[in-house]
């Protein structure tokens, strides 16, 4: 069974770069959930996707932007790099309605240093 | 706005000696809490879902249970295997459409041998 896939595994970039991150789901799963996780912090969460729309949003500028495709693939995108955003970025998959829905399941994350 | 606080940060244990970690919530009307086990540098790996006060759930050597207002985890007899941070999260009914995970800082949790 495949889990959460995601890449690259790290990624380091320049500040005022632009960065694109990718995530593919488990198998079965149709809705993708981006995190952020600072250093020694609970994951933060950033959107998810739906049915290829953004479902919900959390507290984070719109220079972060994601998409999901056709196959449930999504990707994150994050313009005008600041130093604050070096963290690990996680995607976690789910089902998108039903009574297993409410559980997330995770990628191993993308940790992307800002220099 | 949804809270989430885990005790302790960080909790040594020898070998065999039983323990429990903490995560108290307050969140406007509970859909699910969440226990998660994250490694060094990779990605949350889920353990245990809680609906409501009164239900446990049993894994190995970990046990969860759930009460209105905080969420216990249990490690009996712990090994140095289940060194790890272990990750409390909340979801909030909020008239469903909310759908985020809101994390706790976590408990680094080191079992020596």
């Known amino acids: 069974d495949a889990g959460v896939t995601q890449s690259p595994t790290h990624l380091i970039k320049t500040r005022g770069q632009q960065v694109t991150l990718r995530c593919s789901p488990k198998s079965g799963h149709d809705t993708v959930s981006w995190y952020q996780q600072a250093l020694g912090q609970g994951p933060q969460f950033i959107f998810q996707y739906y049915e290829e729309e953004e479902r919900q949003r959390g507290n984070f500028p719109d220079r972060f932007s994601g998409h999901q495709f056709p196959n449930y693939s999504s990707e994150l995108n994050v313009n005008a790099l600041l130093l604050g955003d070096s963290a690990l970025y996680l995607c976690a998959s789910s089902l998108g309605s039903g009574v297993r829905s409410y559980e997330q399941y995770f990628g191993p994350g993308t940790r992307l240093t800002v220099t | 706005e949804d809270q989430v606080t885990q005790s302790p940060e960080a909790l040594r244990l020898q070998e065999g000696e039983s323990s429990s970690l903490n995560c108290s919530y307050t969140?406007?009307?509970?859909?699910?809490l969440f226990w998660y086990r994250q490694d060094p540098g990779k990605g949350p790996e889920f353990l245990f879902t809680?609906?409501?006060a009164g239900e446990e759930k049993e894994k190995e050597r970990l046990k969860a249970t759930l009460t209105k207002k905080e969420s216990f985890l249990h490690i009996t007899a712990p090994k140095p295997e289940d060194s790890a941070t272990y990750l409390c999260?909340?979801?909030?009914?909020?008239?469903?459409?909310?759908?985020?995970?809101?994390f706790g800082k976590g408990t680094l949790l080191t079992v020596n041998p």
């Open positions: 999260a909340v979801q909030a009914e909020s008239g469903g459409s909310n759908y985020k995970l809101t």
């Open positions: 969140v406007s009307g509970l859909r699910g």
């Open positions: 809680l609906y409501s």
